[in-house]
T-cell receptor, first 112, second 113 residues
């Protein structure tokens, strides 16, 4: 157990819908990262937050957004969902940027 | 661009044998190289990492070697056990990349009895 928690574990929804994935970092970690894992794209970085501020952005679609709250938990919002958004979404956390990242168990999203 | 190549994509070994997975990276300024193990239905689990000022690091049956000149790093697992069967990912943090991990494509390791 890495200490990073993610909810929900599974999510099934329809195209066009919007979902919110939630992540709680390890105790003491200030930085949160979101990654997407799909069969064709592998593990891809989406976005990073550090102490509430956006720090870096990767291949994140405009339909996706995220934030980190004052209690350091983070949410990833996915809207106007398409079939191709079906994937595993992982959250990771680290004490500081550039430090070791620990991953949560992931949320499996299925868009029908 | 930022790229990590990983080989082989699948690896099958007999229990007790050694397994080696190799990765190459594109940016010579990279300075952090972790390895993750992912079991079915779980998130990536950090198993070992190495920074650019170190050439080798060991942790029990697992070791990682780094060759900065050749821009490659390798994972070595000795005395493999069935519970080592999983997908292994190498990764790198590229300078100027905002601390994001760039992952290799993964190696499916199967340890056979």
């Amino acid at each position: 157990d890495s200490g990073v928690t993610q909810t929900p574990k599974h999510l099934i929804t329809a195209t066009g819908q919007r979902v919110t994935l939630r992540c709680s970092p390890r105790s003491g970690d200030l930085s949160v990262y979101w990654y997407q894992q799909s069969l064709d794209q592998g593990l891809q970085f989406l976005i990073q937050y550090y102490n509430g501020e956006e720090r870096a952005k990767g291949n994140i679609l405009e339909r996706f957004s995220a934030q980190q709250f004052p209690d350091l938990h983070s949410e990833l919002n996915l809207s106007s969902l398409e079939l191709g958004d079906s994937a595993l979404y992982f959250c990771a956390s680290s004490v500081l940027p550039a430090e070791t990242q620990y991953f949560g168990p992931g949320t499996r999203l299925l868009v029908l | 661009g930022e790229n990590v190549e990983q080989h082989p994509s699948t690896l099958s070994v007999q229990e007790g044998d050694s397994a080696v997975i190799k990765c190459t990276y594109s940016d010579s300024a990279s300075n952090y190289f972790p390895w993750y193990k992912q079991e079915l239905g779980k998130g990536p689990q950090l198993i070992i990492d190495i920074r650019s000022n170190v050439g080798e690091k060991k942790d029990q049956r697992i070791a990682v070697t780094l060759n900065k000149t050749a821009k490659h790093f390798s994972l070595h697992i000795t005395e493999t056990q069935p519970e080592d069967s999983a997908v292994y990912f190498c990764a790198a943090i590229f300078t100027g990349g905002g601390n994001k991990l760039t992952f290799g494509t993964g190696t499916q390791l199967k340890v056979e009895l």
